[in-house]
């Protein structure tokens, strides 16, 4: 008997033995994808991990349903990877394949019904319902589901399926369906009989009286002498600025010959210049120090200040690897930078550059997938955010993860939980290849690591082409409202240098890190705040849409009128997001173009370009923005970085809220004076004499590092302690409590380690779900993998507990 040995993508953490024929036993490889029978009618495609012949004894095997691909997609590297992956991070196995790959490869059964063949039918038995289900299968031979609710105009249509299928005139036919498509382009070329000299004349001659097509042709030997290319119907018509009809009528006569291509989604051979950069002395110390620091360790930290040109110096590293065949994977926090950053190596590598990222089409993805497999020159360079990990690499040389100290390399739902920076480092450990961390401002953990020489260590500490940095002020708003020298949310100093940046037609970015119109809408009467019926948050007030959003579940109403407590009409908003900055600036200055980025904004697939292009082509003034303008955008126009409030970072109810301030407001500094003009920063805060406002007004980066180091130290975080976080779910407040009240009493007693809770969080209900959290601090002389068994069994033994059994677990492995 032969076996197969799969993960199905369930949040299972067990793989499943599976039967299959000798003949199957032999062509199966590790990697290849399986449709395998689960539960009572489901198919899922499971992923083939080993092939043996042991028969499983707690259950017998069922047969494999069909092997899906000819090639194994999926490398053992990456197998292993997703194994440590799962076994790091406390999840299943199953959450890290189904995370991994590419919805498109991950066929589930869709319920397809079709009628029953032989079977004679008497229209009249049927009711007006089942009538129309079998008129339409009398036109196509079978329906899904989703077919047949819109046919009926119904959500639920399994009562008359069922009356059906027990009359014995449907029966149910579980089928998986190929999601991904090849893009095929339409080309079109002379007909043989024309394609030579004398045959243009023979053409002009031909349709001497029809002078559309006459044009068409004209315009296609134009096209044809200009670049040897195949010809695109879509190119054709637009050079020749008719119509398709008219060409289709020439296709008909059969002087032109339709073909078609299959073509790559994204492509950017267009991109190419050539292009030769030259390195400043700083840029080419670091460059060399680098190379050296990789000959003794695996991974470098690059720490260098903004605008520094740390792109520079991993186009030339990138370059290195590429000359010798390797593949070079390029992470970074946020999609907004791609975008950016893809401009940049394209017009340097050309086509060699691959795409990967959740605003990508499946089709897109799968086409990534596929020429990473196979080590096409396409892919040469993959630039992604965190999900591009996952891709099945052949022959990695070299990671880039850049802006490394950003939290969302951090993924926290659902699962898998990894850390794409510190996974980035095993994947890279088992292709031997070297890890690049570029910073201005790492994280306390890393660059503890670089000091300590478990990472080598590079600092540029000058801009690029000796820039200065930005000079940066600070606003006291307590003395400004004070003396009412407040317009709005802007300080009369801000306002001034703003005026004059405006007035030399240089563009400004103002930093507030909350989306919306305001945070908080108050009655004035009786202090009622309207709030999430399903989370314990107020409502965000969103002015344009008029109407209050809860940005935890997306519940929203209109904006009321009147107080629903006491019904007071005198309500008013407190707090401000970007919406209210945005409008505020249209006030103030009417005749300046505004823009605004933040989650509202950047929804579509090319949300993100279309914002940063205008800005980057000086359509845009002023651009208002939450965090994602803090990452590495490059804009050589901008003089002027306003922060609005620094303090509401400052004062977050996390360990890490000052280090996080400190990286925020350098970053978004940064953005300012890049090119020969020195920039100006103007921080408004309550607190100016706080010690993290005044790190980042003196660039003292090493002054924060040492204070929030020796605070980790006496408070038991990292990089001295390893964080382990459960979170706890349940619908019923007192259910909950007592569960979680079990769970740190057994975890109290069986680990001899700090055990903190269990907490409420700052939000304690989301989705009409109640919270309950326990944090657990492994010191570093622990060992790891013994406290994460013993925590993981004491999490099996409290699944165990029937009373508990309903309450959801998370586990989050280094939270932060």
Same mark, same amino acid.
């Given at each position: 008997?032969?076996?197969?040995?799969?993960?199905?993508?369930?949040?299972?953490?067990?793989?499943?033995?599976?039967?299959?024929?000798?003949?199957?036993?032999?062509?199966?490889?590790?990697?290849?994808?399986?449709?395998?029978?689960?539960?009572?009618?489901?198919?899922?495609?499971?992923?083939?991990?080993?092939?043996?012949?042991?028969?499983?004894?707690?259950?017998?095997?069922?047969?494999?349903?069909?092997?899906?691909?000819?090639?194994?997609?999926?490398?053992?590297?990456?197998?292993?990877?997703?194994?440590?992956?799962?076994?790091?991070?406390?999840?299943?196995?199953?959450?890290?394949?189904?995370?991994?790959?590419?919805?498109?490869?991950?066929?589930?059964?869709?319920?397809?019904?079709?009628?029953?063949?032989?079977?004679?039918?008497?229209?009249?038995?049927?009711?007006?319902?089942?009538?129309?289900?079998?008129?339409?299968?009398?036109?196509?031979?079978?329906?899904?589901?989703?077919?047949?609710?819109?046919?009926?105009?119904?959500?639920?249509?399994?009562?008359?399926?069922?009356?059906?299928?027990?009359?014995?005139?449907?029966?149910?036919?579980?089928?998986?369906?190929?999601?991904?498509?090849?893009?095929?382009?339409?080309?079109?070329?002379?007909?043989?009989?024309?394609?030579?000299?004398?045959?243009?004349?023979?053409?002009?001659?031909?349709?001497?009286?029809?002078?559309?097509?006459?044009?068409?042709?004209? +315009?296609?030997?134009? @096209? #044809? /002498? &200009?670049?040897? *290319?195949? =010809?695109?119907?879509?190119?054709? %018509?637009?050079?020749?600025?008719? +119509?398709?009809?008219? @060409? #289709? /009528? &020439?296709?008909? *006569?059969? =002087?032109?010959?339709?073909?078609? %291509?299959?073509?790559?989604?994204? +492509?950017?051979?267009?991109?190419?210049?050539?292009?030769?950069?030259?390195?400043?002395?700083?840029?080419?110390?670091?460059?060399?120090?680098?190379?050296?620091?990789?000959?003794?360790?695996?991974?470098?930290?690059?720490?260098?200040?903004?605008?520094?040109?740390?792109?520079?110096?991993?186009?030339?590293?990138?370059?290195?690897?590429?000359?010798?065949?390797?593949?070079?994977?390029?992470?970074?926090?946020?999609?907004?930078?791609?975008?950016?950053?893809?401009?940049?190596?394209?017009?340097?590598?050309?086509?060699?550059?691959?795409?990967?990222?959740?605003?990508?089409?499946?089709?897109?993805?799968?086409?990534?997938?596929?020429?990473?497999?196979?080590?096409?020159?396409?892919?040469?360079?993959?630039?992604?955010?965190?999900?591009?990990?996952?891709?099945?690499?052949?022959?990695?040389?070299?990671?880039?993860?850049?802006?490394?100290?950003?939290?969302?390399?951090?993924?926290?739902?659902?699962?898998?939980?990894?850390?794409?920076?510190?996974?980035?480092?095993?994947?890279?450990?088992?292709?031997?290849?070297?890890?690049?961390?570029?910073?201005?401002?790492?994280?306390?953990?890393?660059?503890?690591?670089?000091?300590?020489?478990?990472?080598?260590?590079?600092?540029?500490?000058?801009?690029?082409?000796?820039?200065?940095?930005?000079?940066?002020?600070?606003?006291?708003?307590?003395?400004?409202y004070f003396r009412k020298k407040m317009k709005g949310h802007f300080s009369d100093t801000l306002l001034e240098q703003m005026a004059e940046?405006?007035?030399?037609?240089?563009?400004?970015?103002?930093?507030?890190?909350?989306?919306?119109?305001?945070?908080?809408?108050?009655?004035?009467?009786?202090?009622?705040?309207?709030?999430?019926?399903?989370?314990?948050?107020?409502?965000?007030?969103?002015?344009?849409?008029?109407?209050?959003?809860?940005?935890?579940?997306?519940?929203?109403?209109?904006?009321?009128?009147?107080?629903?407590?006491?019904?007071?009409?005198?309500?008013?908003?407190?707090?401000?997001?970007?919406?209210?900055?945005?409008?505020?600036?249209?006030?103030?200055?009417?005749?300046?173009?505004?823009?605004?980025?933040?989650?509202?904004?950047?929804?579509?697939?090319?949300?993100?370009?279309?914002?940063?292009?205008?800005?980057?082509?000086?359509?845009?003034?002023?651009?208002?923005?939450?965090?994602?303008?803090?990452?590495?955008?490059?804009?050589?126009?901008?003089?002027?970085?306003?922060?609005?409030?620094?303090?509401?970072?400052?004062?977050?109810?996390?360990?890490?809220?000052?280090?996080?301030?400190?990286?925020?407001?350098?970053?978004?500094?940064?953005?300012?004076?890049?090119?020969?003009?020195?920039?100006?920063?103007?921080?408004?805060?309550?607190?100016?004499?706080?010690?993290?406002?005044?790190?980042?007004?003196?660039?003292?980066?090493?002054?924060?590092?040492?204070?929030?180091?020796?605070?980790?130290?006496?408070?038991?975080?990292?990089?001295?302690?390893?964080?382990?976080?459960?979170?706890?779910?349940?619908?019923?407040?007192?259910?909950?409590?007592?569960?979680?009240?079990?769970?740190?009493?057994?975890?109290?007693?069986h680990l001899d380690i700090p055990v903190l809770g269990p907490e409420e969080p700052v939000i304690s209900r989301i989705r009409n779900e109640?919270?309950?959290?326990?944090?657990?601090?492994?010191?570093?002389?622990?060992?790891?993998?013994?406290?994460?068994?013993?925590?993981?069994?004491?999490?099996?033994?409290?699944?165990?507990?029937?009373?508990?059994?309903?309450?959801?677990?998370?586990?989050?492995?280094?939270?932060?």
């Amino acid at each position: 008997m032969y076996f197969v040995e799969v993960i199905l993508p369930l949040s299972l953490s067990k793989t499943f033995t599976y039967r299959v024929s000798e003949a199957e036993y032999n062509y199966i490889k590790k990697g290849m994808r399986i449709a395998v029978p689960f539960g009572k009618t489901k198919i899922y495609t499971a992923l083939a991990i080993g092939l043996h012949q042991d028969e499983p004894t707690l259950y017998e095997a069922k047969e494999i349903h069909q092997i899906l691909d000819e090639m194994p997609i999926v490398t053992e590297i990456q197998i292993t990877h997703w194994q440590w992956i799962a076994s790091y991070y406390m999840c299943a196995i199953g959450d890290v394949y189904r995370g991994a790959m590419p919805s498109a490869f991950l066929l589930e059964t869709e319920t397809v019904i079709s009628k029953k063949h032989d079977v004679f039918v008497l229209e009249t038995d049927l009711s007006d319902e089942e009538f129309l289900v079998y008129d339409a299968l009398l036109q196509q031979s079978s329906l899904k589901i989703q077919d047949i609710s819109s046919i009926l105009n119904k959500r639920n249509v399994f009562p008359i399926i069922q009356k059906m299928i027990d009359k014995n005139i449907l029966v149910l036919d579980e089928e998986i369906i190929e999601e991904y498509k090849p893009k095929l382009v339409k080309y079109i070329r002379l007909s043989s009989e024309y394609d030579s000299n004398e045959g243009l004349a023979l053409l002009l001659e031909l349709l001497k009286n029809a002078k559309k097509q006459k044009d068409i042709v004209l +315009s296609f030997f134009q @096209l #044809k /002498a &200009l670049d040897k *290319k195949p =010809i695109a119907v879509k190119q054709l %018509i637009e050079k020749s600025e008719t +119509s398709s009809s008219i @060409l #289709k /009528a &020439l296709v008909d *006569k059969n =002087i032109f010959e339709e073909y078609h %291509i299959q073509e790559d989604r994204v +492509s950017f051979d267009q991109n190419i210049k050539e292009k030769y950069l030259q390195l400043s002395v700083a840029q080419q110390n670091a460059f060399d120090g680098i190379k050296t620091s990789f000959q003794e360790k695996e991974v470098c930290l690059l720490h260098g200040v903004t605008s520094s040109g740390k792109t520079e110096i991993y186009i030339k590293l990138i370059e290195d690897y590429i000359k010798e065949g390797k593949q070079v994977l390029y992470l970074l926090p946020e999609i907004a930078l791609t975008t950016q950053l893809v401009g940049r190596l394209t017009a340097y590598f050309g086509n060699q550059v691959a795409v990967f990222h959740s605003k990508y089409s499946n089709n897109e993805r799968v086409e990534v997938w596929k020429q990473v497999l196979e080590n096409s020159p396409k892919a040469k360079i993959v630039i992604g955010a965190r999900s591009s990990l996952f891709l099945p690499f052949q022959d990695l040389g070299l990671v880039i993860i850049d802006e490394e100290h950003e939290q969302t390399f951090k993924q926290h739902d659902p699962a898998p939980r990894y850390h794409a920076r510190d996974s980035a480092i095993v994947l890279a450990n088992s292709h031997q290849s070297k890890v690049l961390l570029g910073s201005a401002t790492p994280s306390l953990e890393t660059y503890f690591n670089a000091t300590n020489d478990k990472f080598g260590l590079v600092e540029i500490t000058e801009r690029f082409g000796n820039v200065m940095m930005p000079e940066i002020e600070l606003v006291d708003l307590k003395d400004k409202y004070f003396r009412k020298k407040m317009k709005g949310h802007f300080s009369d100093t801000l306002l001034e240098q703003m005026a004059e940046a405006l007035s030399l037609g240089e563009q400004i970015i103002l930093f507030q890190n909350r989306r919306g119109y305001s945070p908080v809408l108050e009655c004035l009467t009786c202090g009622h705040v309207p709030e999430c019926p399903q989370c314990d948050v107020s409502l965000t007030y969103h002015k344009n849409k008029n109407q209050l959003r809860c940005h935890y579940c997306g519940y929203s109403m209109a904006k009321p009128t009147n107080c629903h407590q006491c019904s007071s009409v005198d309500l008013t908003t407190k707090g401000f997001g970007t919406e209210q900055i945005e409008m505020e600036i249209k006030e103030l200055f009417p005749e300046k173009k505004v823009g605004r980025m933040d989650q509202d904004t950047t929804r579509g697939k090319y949300g993100y370009e279309k914002i940063i292009d205008s800005f980057k082509n000086r359509e845009i003034d002023v651009l208002v923005g939450t965090q994602m303008l803090a990452k590495g955008l490059d804009f050589d126009n901008v003089s002027l970085v306003g922060i609005m409030n620094a303090d509401n970072m400052l004062y977050h109810p996390d360990f890490r809220a000052f280090e996080r301030s400190f990286q925020m407001m350098t970053q978004v500094s940064g953005r300012a004076g890049r090119s020969q003009k020195r920039g100006k920063v103007i921080i408004q805060t309550y607190n100016p004499n706080h010690n993290t406002i005044q790190q980042v007004t003196n660039n003292d980066y090493i002054g924060m590092y040492k204070e929030q180091l020796y605070d980790r130290h006496i408070f038991k975080y990292p990089p001295y302690y390893r964080l382990v976080k459960v979170t706890m779910k349940h619908r019923d407040f007192d259910k909950l409590k007592e569960g979680a009240l079990w769970l740190y009493k057994v975890m109290n007693q069986h680990l001899d380690i700090p055990v903190l809770g269990p907490e409420e969080p700052v939000i304690s209900r989301i989705r009409n779900e109640y919270i309950r959290t326990i944090l657990i601090k492994i010191p570093t002389n622990k060992p790891l993998g013994s406290t994460k068994k013993t925590i993981q069994k004491i999490l099996n033994s409290f699944e165990a507990v029937p009373q508990y059994r309903p309450i959801k677990v998370a586990v989050n492995v280094d939270f932060y």
